[in-house]
C-alpha cells in the first residue's frame, strides 16, 4: 500500500470564528526581523472572472446525479493567469473533503455518496454508496481511496479497477476500521473515535495511518494488522489538521486552542510523545501544509485571525523557528496546500490566494494570484502539476460552502516568473483593491450562528 506525501489534509471550519472588516495589505510578507518587503514593483495579481462556458469540454451528468453545471461567465476578458475550467454546483447539502488521484477527483459531502469525475474535464464517472454521510475528510493516491464517515470509521477503497476498464470504474471497499467485534468489546475498548474525524494522513515509510478528530485526539493505526495501535489526547479543542513529514516521521497536529504541536513515534514502540508545541497567535489554527525542498522544511499554519504562519526548520538541532507570516486574506483561513515552491490558501473570505517562496534562503513570499470565484467560504482545496516545455500547467480543485465544486487552470512559467498576459496596467484590477462577494444565504446563517 503505496500513498505518496501530497495526500490532502482537509480542515474543520469553525463556524463561530471572529471575523474582521478591516482592509489588510495584501502584497507582503513578514520576515524574522519583522522587516516588510513590498512586491508590487515585482508582481501584480490579477483578479478576473471565468472563462465562456463554450470553451469548455462537453460535460456529462447522470440523471440521478444532486450535481449541476454551474453557468460561467459570459463575457470573454483577456486572458489572464487562471481560467476556470469547470464549475459544479450541489443542490443541496455542503461538500466538506476533496482528494484527487491520477485520474479523477473525488469529493465527500454530507450525503452517503461519495462522488468522482475525470480529471480534469469533469465528465462525471459515477458514484460509491456509502452506509454513513458526513464524510468531512479523505485521501487518495495511487490505487487507494481512504474515507471517513459520520459513524466515526475510516473505509478504505481499492481502486485498481480503474486500469482495466476506465468507463466501468467502481471503486470496491476492501477494509473498515475499527473492525467490528463483539458488541461487548467493542465498546469497552473504546476504539473509535467519540466525535466527527476531521482529517487523516499517512506515513508511507511505516505505513500508519493518522486521524485527528474533534473529539481532541489523534489515534494511529496500522493497516498491515488492521487495528489500533495508538491513541492521545492531542489538543485542548478540535483537532483540525493532521500533516507528516515523510522524511524522519515526525507528526504535526493544529487545533481549534490555537496550538500547533510535533508528535514523534518512540522507537520501536506505539506510543507518541510530545516534542514541541508551536503557538505565535492567540487564535485557532484551521489548516496545515508541509513543504519540503532541498533548501529546507518550511511549515504552514492557516488561522482564524486571516494569517498564515510558516515556520523553517533548522538544520542542526531540527527545530522550527518562526519566519514570519503572510497577510492577504480578510477572514479565517481554512485550508492550506504546498506543491514545490507554491502555498496555496483558501479562505472564509471566499478567495483563494497562490504564493511563491522564494528559494534562495530569505524567507520571502509574494502574492502570485487571488482566484474570486466563489461565493461561499472555501472549504477544501487539491492541486496538482501538469507539466509543459515553458509553461507549467497547475491545476487547482475547489470546493466551497457556498456548494459549488470548481477546477481552475493556472499557468506558471518555468522561470521564476508568472505568465500575465499584459496584467498590472490597470491598477483598478490589482488584488489589493479585491472586495470579495459572500453568499447572501451563508452571510445570514453566519449571523445567525448555524453555520
Known amino acids: ?27 507582503f510578507s513578514f520576515g524574522a526581523n519583522n522587516d516588510v ?39 470573454s476578458p483577456k486572458p489572464l493567469l487562471y481560467h476556470c475550467l469547470a464549475s459544479l454546483h450541489r443542490k443541496e447539502g455542503n461538500i466538506f473533503s476533496l482528494t484527487i488521484t491520477k485520474d479523477f477527483i473525488f469529493a465527500g459531502s454530507s450525503s452517503k455518496r461519495i462522488h468522482f469525475w475525470k480529471q480534469p474535464d469533469c465528465n462525471e464517472m459515477g458514484f460509491i454508496k456509502v452506509n454513513k454521510g458526513q464524510i468531512r475528510s479523505m485521501l487518495a493516491s495511487g490505487k487507494l481511496l481512504i474515507t471517513t464517515h459520520g459513524d466515526f470509521r475510516i ?5 485498481s479497477s480503474s486500469s482495466t476498464s476506465m468507463k466501468h470504474f467502481r471503486p470496491k471497499k476492501i477494509m473498515t476500521l475499527p473492525q467490528r467485534t463483539s458488541f461487548i468489546s467493542y465498546y469497552r475498548k473504546v476504539i473509535k473515535h467519540k466525535d466527527a474525524i476531521s482529517c487523516v494522513a499517512y506515513n508511507n515509510l511505516e505505513h500508519l495511518l493518522y486521524t485527528g478528530s474533534w473529539d481532541q485526539t489523534v489515534k494511529v493505526w496500522k493497516l498491515s494488522e488492521k487495528r489500533l495501535i495508538d491513541s492521545f489526547l492531542a489538543h485542548e479543542g478540535y483537532v483540525n489538521a493532521i500533516v507528516i513529514n515523510q522524511e524522519d ?36 489554527v484551521n489548516a496545515l501544509a508541509l513543504n519540503l525542498s532541498p533548501n529546507g522544511s518550511f511549515l504552514y499554519s492557516g488561522s482564524s485571525n ?10 542542526i538541532s531540527g527545530r522550527y523557528n518562526h519566519g514570519g507570516f503572510l497577510q492577504g486574506h480578510h477572514f479565517a483561513v481554512l485550508c492550506l496546500v504546498a506543491i514545490e515552491d507554491l502555498i496555496l490558501s483558501g479562505s472564509e473570505d471566499s478567495t483563494i490566494r497562490i504564493w511563491k517562496r522564494e528559494e534562495q534562503g530569505n524567507c ?6 487571488v482566484i474570486d470565484g466563489h461565493h461561499g ?58 472586495s470579495p462577494i459572500l453568499s447572501p444565504s451563508w452571510v445570514e446563517k453566519k449571523i445567525q450562528g448555524s453555520i
Open 37 to 75: 518587503i513590498d512586491h508590487s514593483s515585482q508582481i501584480s495579481s490579477p483578479r478576473t472572472s471565468c472563462v465562456s462556458s463554450s470553451s469548455l469540454p462537453f460535460w456529462t451528468t447522470s440523471p440521478e446525479t444532486p450535481w449541476t453545471r454551474s453557468p460561467l461567465s459570459s463575457s
Open 377 to 434: 467560504p472555501v472549504k477544501s482545496l487539491a492541486a496538482v502539476f501538469e507539466n509543459g516545455d515553458f509553461i507549467r500547467g497547475l491545476l487547482v480543485y475547489s470546493a466551497s460552502l457556498d456548494q459549488t465544486l470548481k477546477v481552475w487552470r493556472v499557468k506558471v512559467c518555468n522561470g521564476e516568473k508568472v505568465k500575465f498576459d499584459e496584467i498590472g496596467k490597470d491598477k483598478e484590477r490589482l488584488e489589493g483593491n479585491l
Open 155 to 159: 473505509r478504505f477503497w481499492d481502486l
Open 249 to 284: 516521521g515526525c507528526v504535526f497536529t493544529c487545533s481549534s486552542d490555537g496550538t500547533i504541536k510535533l508528535w514523534r513515534r518512540v522507537s520501536k514502540e506505539s506510543s507518541h510523545v510530545l516534542t514541541m508545541t508551536l503557538r505565535f497567535q492567540e487564535s485557532p
Open 1 to 27: 500500500m503505496d500513498l505518496s506525501a501530497h495526500e490532502n489534509n482537509v480542515c474543520n471550519f469553525q463556524g463561530d470564528q471572529e471575523t474582521r472588516t478591516t482592509n489588510l495589505p495584501r502584497r
Open 306 to 315: 486571516g494569517l498564515i504562519n510558516f515556520w523553517e526548520k533548522e538544520r
Open 364 to 369: 520571502f513570499h509574494c502574492c502570485l494570484a
